[in-house]
């Protein structure tokens, strides 16, 4: 079954520490995204890639890094300089961008020790 | 900018209830509308989408109809069950560039006690 596959399901992170999170889809989609959802809050968005090796900031992007090397795989990188980590993240894709569908992984709830 | 506003949760019915749950967006031209669900600890998926105005989307009972004299897209289902228990995002895509992103409201919660 095609679909999006996020690892890990939870993730703890100590100060001053980066980690990634991974994101891969085999939907054969060229668009993909992060979001990031606080509690009672809707979605906000990362990065965005519409195509592989290419990648765009979002609305809430200081503190997080991207790569998209593969067309299959998106991960996120938190750094140390994102003060407030904890949160749920959620990868998408879609098609393209101009295809309104957005199909969502199952999310990877990370929280600091 | 553009923008969605959802009515404030959480929302609790008793089975079998009627579902309302409001939407109104602000949008320059012809956005698409989205309702999404998102079931506990999982992402999100798209309930039903409607791409011009007094287009109706429906699944699974829910439906929702594209207002554009009221710039709404509110969500109704006539009987809700306990599994219907989620977060219910109303959404808009702009369409009008590749650079344009989907936009989401603040999210429903909604309980369905039995």
């Known amino acids: 079954d095609g679909g999006i596959t996020q690892s890990p399901k939870y993730l703890f992170r100590k100060e001053g520490q980066n980690v990634t999170l991974s994101c891969e889809q085999n939907?054969?989609?060229?668009?993909m995204y992060w979001y990031r959802q606080d509690p009672g809050q809707g979605l906000r968005l990362i990065y965005y890639?519409?195509?592989?090796?290419?990648?765009q900031k979002g609305d809430i992007a200081e503190g997080y890094s991207v790569s998209r090397e593969k067309k299959e795989s998106f991960p996120l990188t938190v750094t140390s300089a994102q003060k407030n980590p904890t949160a749920f993240y959620l990868c998408?894709?879609?098609?393209?961008?101009?295809?309104?569908?957005?199909?969502f992984g199952s999310g990877t709830q990370l929280s600091v020790l | 900018g553009d923008s969605v506003t959802q009515m404030e949760g959480p929302v609790t019915l008793s089975e079998e209830a009627f579902l309302t749950i409001n939407c109104t967006y602000t949008a320059t031209g012809y956005p698409s509308l989205f309702w999404y669900v998102q079931y506990p600890g999982e992402g999100l998926q798209l309930l039903l989408k409607?791409?011009?105005?007094?287009d109706k989307g429906s699944n699974k009972g829910f439906e929702a109809t594209y207002r554009k004299e009221t710039t709404s897209f509110h969500l109704e289902k006539g009987s809700v069950q306990v599994s219907d228990s989620a977060v219910y995002f109303c959404?808009?895509?702009?369409?009008?560039?590749?650079?344009?992103?989907?936009?989401f409201g603040p999210g429903t919660s909604l309980s369905v006690i039995p």
């Open positions: 939907l054969n989609h060229d668009a």
């Open positions: 998408a894709s879609s098609l393209g961008m101009l295809n309104e569908k957005l199909f």
């Open positions: 890639s519409q195509i592989v090796n290419d990648f």
């Open positions: 409607a791409t011009k105005a007094d």
């Open positions: 959404a808009l895509s702009p369409m009008k560039t590749s650079y344009d992103k989907v936009i």
